[in-house]
């Protein structure tokens, strides 16, 4: 297990996994208003490749690096090229929710957790059944028309690849926030609002030292329960669980639900 000497507080070395699984329970069953906020790690085990990690986006093979294949500019420079990666490494066919999706799902049917907050844009949560979904960074689920702004389903730009054009000819562009756009207000003001009604926020699959987690969680004065697979530097961490989401997500719903 990794140890940062800098906060030792959060790597309670003493404690066994499975306790601190149900400290979190008991956390989240004495919470009035508890909130999920998760990154690329809560897809890493439906097959979805993270963005920093030498497994993920960062490691592949292509002329140009994935920040530059998915801003805006190269979207409108190079829209095959764009189309090709996105359908390559994005936007993947037969992926499914795993078990930590079903997990949320289930405790939020269970009142226990109020809002998915992600960074992701696979449309899994509301796949596995999660109702209020905040997805900070857009979805592949829907698309729009840059010049009439009509509203296409995700699967229509499969159908008109290379260049995909909408009826009055202009190009079909995902709502995916891309690199150099801005986050949707909508979906910032609905998240802050969650955040600040939240008393415990568990923080999932995620390194809180990237933007825009690290800005978010600053908006919370509740707890913060932390399950990542590496370590995580924030000392604001009430609890850190290290493993993989898709294990513990289910054991925690297992043992706050009984
Ligand atoms: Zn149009």
Known sequence: MPVDKNSPRIYNAGMEQEEKIKKLAEMLKNARHAVFFGGAGVSTA???????????LAGRKYKWPFEIML???FFFAHTAEFYDYYFKELD?????????????ARLEDAGMIKAVITQNIDGLHQAAGSRNVIELHGTVSSAHCVRCNRKYDGEEIKRRVPLPKCDC?????PDVVLYGESLDGTAINRAL?????????????????????????RETSGKIAVINKEAVAE?????????????ILPCLLYIAHR
């Not at 000819?169 to 562009?173: A, N, W």
């Not at 609002?193 to 969680?217: M, N």
């Open 46 to 56: 439906s097959g979805l490749p993270d963005f920093r990690s030498p497994d993920g």
């Open 71 to 73: 801003s805006h500019e």
């Open 92 to 104: 993947l066919p037969g992926i499914k929710p795993n078990a930590a999706h079903l997990s949320l």
């Open 169 to 173: 000819g202009g190009l079909i562009k």
């Open 193 to 217: 609002e969650e955040l600040e009604k939240a008393d415990l926020v568990i923080v999932g699959g995620t390194s809180l030292a990237v933007y825009p987690a690290a800005g978010f969680l």
């Open 235 to 247: 000392d604001r961490a009430d609890i850190v669980i290290l493993g993989n989401i898709a294990e």
